[in-house]
């Protein structure tokens, strides 16, 4: 029989972190721990407006700890939100941050959190090269990260996605001290996501995984994360998808998508490429397109990816085991989670593909993908994926 209790566990990697159903109710010592006395909570302002968080300040301020909200953030948080954040967090003077809710806030508090110590514009630390070293520790703010869906996996990640407004494209901030330094699994926090999300942001999940698990390089620890995340997306996420009170479903694949995310340390590959320019183009859901992306970037790299995705097809017990007994299971499953078959379903069309082939082509994600595509041959997979044709 399953209890609550199965899904309980204390991780210290790749950060630490709490996994359990009610261990919200811990935020107050995580902040001690940190000398957290007056932290900025940054959030999104839909998740601003519901009781969820109004009963997190409000635990805080009972137990003395005076918590501030920031939520001026866009879905895809732009320079802008980062600045805001910045002044609120100096203005209010904090000492912390507590990242709150989906990818944008936690991206975005991850993001405030660097940008509060340093006297450099944001665009500095871009994750080019060696970057990083630009940035002045010391006086970077700590933080606790609190996903509420399951899915971008960012409460493990190093380095936040911000829009440049100006260019029309999306950034990666990095720098390794932007692990969170507290994570809180609670999955009860991601029972009112509704279908559609679960079903977006559970892909995006997947895709990190399959990306990480698919990338040529030697990380043997990451592939073995990513196997596991894939066998518990497989499992569960119908099951999260169908009923979101199922709250067994929830923890695992909350679990799957912080394993899908510490995966992709050792990097991703072109659906995320391509799902980089079309979110910063189109304003489209991450992780809807990816998704959508995800079998056409298959279809691309099978003659490079077949005998490792012959290997995952074994141990995800699938009918066929086989590229092609895997690939018609990823079809399977979108079209279970309602998941469009094309980019033209999204009001995405092919005339841009000359400029996506080329942002793809330059975005880092390109350099984890196992055939290393010109510009042209992702203009192509982009118009199938527009076309639907795969
Ligand atoms: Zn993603």
């Not at 999300?197 to 895709?207: E, I, K, R, V, W």
């Not at 991450?286 to 790299?301: Q, R, S």
Request: aromatic share 6%.
């Amino acid at each position: 029989m399953t209890t609550l209790k199965q899904f309980y566990g204390n991780w210290h990697y790749p950060t630490s972190i709490r996994a359990g159903i009610g261990r919200i109710n811990e935020l107050p010592s995580a902040c001690q721990e940190l000398s957290f006395k007056a932290p900025l909570l940054v959030t999104d302002p839909g998740l601003a407006a519901l009781p969820m968080v109004k009963q997190v300040v409000s635990h805080l301020v009972g137990q003395g700890i005076h918590c501030q909200v920031f939520s001026a953030i866009k879905a895809n948080p732009c320079e802008q939100n980062i600045t805001d954040g910045v002044t609120a967090f100096l203005h209010g003077e904090h000492d912390g941050v507590i990242a709150f809710g989906g990818g944008s806030a936690l991206d975005a508090g991850k993001a405030i959190a660097l940008m509060v110590g340093q006297t450099r514009p944001l665009w500095d630390f871009e994750d080019i090269g060696d970057n990083f070293h630009r940035v002045n520790t010391d006086k970077m703010a700590k933080v606790i990260a609190i996903p509420t869906t399951s899915g971008t996996g960012a409460e493990v990640g190093r380095a936040s996605v911000i829009t440049d407004e100006q260019a029309h494209i999306k950034r990666i901030i990095f720098h390794p001290d932007m692990l969170p330094n507290i994570v809180i699994l609670d999955a009860q926090l991601s029972v009112s996501l509704p279908k559609k999300l679960t079903a977006a942001t559970g892909m995006d999940a997947l895709s990190h995984a399959l990306e990480a698990y698919c990338v040529p390089s030697f990380h043997p620890m990451a592939a073995g994360i990513a196997l596991e995340a894939i066998r518990l997306i497989k499992e569960y996420l119908p099951r999260a998808t169908a009923n979101g009170h199922d709250i067994e479903a929830r923890a695992q694949v909350m679990a799957a998508a912080t394993m899908g995310a510490t995966a992709f340390q050792r990097g991703l590959g072109a659906m995320h490429a391509l799902a980089h320019p079309l979110g910063a183009l189109y304003d489209s859901h991450h992780g809807l397109l990816n998704a959508i992306l995800m079998p056409y970037v298959l279809k691309a790299n099978e003659k490079v990816i077949a005998e490792k995705i012959t290997r995952l097809s074994r141990y995800l017990s699938l009918e066929r085991i086989s590229f092609d007994g895997f690939f018609q299971w990823v079809l399977a499953l979108r079209k279970q989670l309602a998941i469009p078959h094309s980019l033209q379903e999204i009001a995405i069309d092919a005339c841009r593909a000359n400029e996506i082939g080329m942002m793809a082509f330059n975005d880092p994600s390109a350099g984890g993908n196992p055939i290393a595509f010109s510009a042209q041959q992702y203009s192509d997979i982009f118009k199938k994926a527009v076309h639907g044709e795969c």
